[in-house]
């Protein structure tokens, strides 16, 4: 029987691998039901005729036009609007891969785990934003989690979840990004094309921002905390230039599990679509004697504020992870744009999150996805009124 799946943000980096995925996978493993995207409207249709999708949505509908002549005559049925994300999720499948960037795609992930299916998690940025309901939500719907974000990827493959008593501390490795080696007094210079040009990795614009600014490491330490239900203190985040031990879990005995793989996504996109058996990923193959070495540094805090930033915000709790994504969702965005500096990014959340603070506001916890949704939508108008004082 085949696999039905669904991809939100089918037409973004993710996306697309997790569709090569299927494309070299044994004929009638996988049987694509719906995709997804925000404003792709050519892409989207060439990828539903190509894999005789049910269902396309297009989130953003001022290309719709381009969609419904594209896909004329075919019995591929359209829709469009942010609700059609959540109808696209609805679909019944065996498997969704959440690939939407940012805080967007909390509401069509959770229609997928509604559910009850297998969630292969790209969108870090919803389990964020949402924390403990998101997670609280899968157990209730019987959903399962499966990372594919690389590091909770190899610490979901190497981590002992049967005994979490025998675990000393999570080991999340970062490849630094791009400015790993600039040194600190040439950060303010950094132009938005060497920000984009990551070293090891390909992928979509935001997550490259975010990687720059080591933002993304801290997004996967809140969502570490989440997913393996660990506290800040058993999280350690250290560089590792060569992006080859994607993460480590240590035990309490000295004994450390690492996972190693090529950087390529697609390693942990198949493992998520195959789980829990394993497939062939069409990867290039490791050779560890092809390799010179294997380098572990501390990350360096002065240059990449982002961390502490987001270990504040994993501490603090409450509405500080949702405030610190927002916030950040909106500086890069801006970032983008032309309209802020590169350490622009890093002072501008800074900025929000002490707006905030004075107002004890952290603590409040939210206790529906609607509080999450209003919280999102209020930060973007501070941290988009906090440019307009910048510029
Ligand atoms: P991307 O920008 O390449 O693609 C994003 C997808 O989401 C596209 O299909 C786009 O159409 C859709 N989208 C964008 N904005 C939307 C909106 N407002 N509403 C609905 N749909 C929208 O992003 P990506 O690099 O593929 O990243 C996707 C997710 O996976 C992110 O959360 C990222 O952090 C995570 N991730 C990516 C990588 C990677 O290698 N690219 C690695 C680890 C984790
Ligand atoms: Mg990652």
């Not at 039905?4 to 697309?16: A, E, K, M, N, P």
């Not at 999720?89 to 805080?103: H, R």
């Not at 493959?157 to 490849?175: F, K």
Request: proline content about 4%; aromatic content about 6%.
């Amino acid at each position: 029987m085949a696999k039905r799946i669904t991809i939100l943000g089918s037409t973004g980096s993710i996306g697309q691998s997790t569709l090569d995925i299927v494309r070299n996978s044994l004929k009638g493993m996988f049987e694509v039901v719906a995709l997804t995207a925000n404003k792709n409207a050519k892409l989207l249709a060439e990828q539903a005729i190509e894999f005789n999708a049910q269902y396309v949505a297009l989130s953003d509908s001022s290309n719709a036009d381009i969609l419904k002549e594209m896909l004329k005559g075919l019995d591929v049925k359209i829709g469009t609007g942010p609700e059609s994300l959540i109808e696209a999720a609805s679909y019944k499948t065996d498997f969704c891969m959440a690939a939407i960037i940012g805080a967007a795609g909390l509401e069509p992930t959770l229609a997928a785990v509604n559910q009850g299916i297998n969630i292969g998690l790209a969108n870090k940025e919803c389990i964020v934003t949402a924390g403990d309901l998101f997670t609280q939500r899968v157990k209730e719907k019987r959903s399962k989690l499966l990372p594919v974000d690389s590091e909770h990827n190899a610490i979901f493959q190497v981590l002992d979840i049967e005994r979490p008593s025998g675990v000393r501390r999570l080991i999340l490795t970062a490849s630094g990004g791009p400015f790993r080696s600039t040194p600190i007094n040439e950060m303010r210079m950094v132009t938005k094309e060497s920000a984009l040009r990551h070293p090891v990795w390909s992928m979509g614009a935001k997550i490259s921002i975010d990687s720059a600014t080591l933002m993304n490491k801290g997004l996967e330490l809140i969502e570490a905390s989440y997913l393996f239900n660990r506290p800040s203190k058993e999280i350690d985040i250290i560089i590792h230039p060569q992006s080859i031990v994607h993460s480590m879990v240590e035990y309490i005995d000295g004994s450390i599990l690492a996972q190693l793989g090529s950087p390529d996504m697609r390693i942990p996109i198949a493992y998520s679509m195959a789980w829990p058996d394993r497939m062939n990923a069409h990867v290039d193959r490791l050779d560890l004697t092809a390799m010179d070495n294997l380098n572990f540094f501390k990350p360096d805090l002065n240059k990449f504020p982002a961390l502490n930033l987001a270990r504040f915000a994993l501490e603090t709790g409450g509405t500080a992870p949702c405030v610190i994504n927002a916030a950040n969702e909106v500086a890069v965005d801006a970032f983008l744009q032309d309209k802020i500096e590169f350490l622009d990014i890093t002072r501008l959340i800074d900025g929000v999150l002490g707006k905030y603070s004075s107002r004890a506001d952290f603590k409040t916890e939210m206790s529906t996805i609607e509080e999450v949704i209003s919280k999102d939508n209020e930060v973007r108008k501070v941290a988009t009124e906090n440019i307009k004082k910048l510029i």
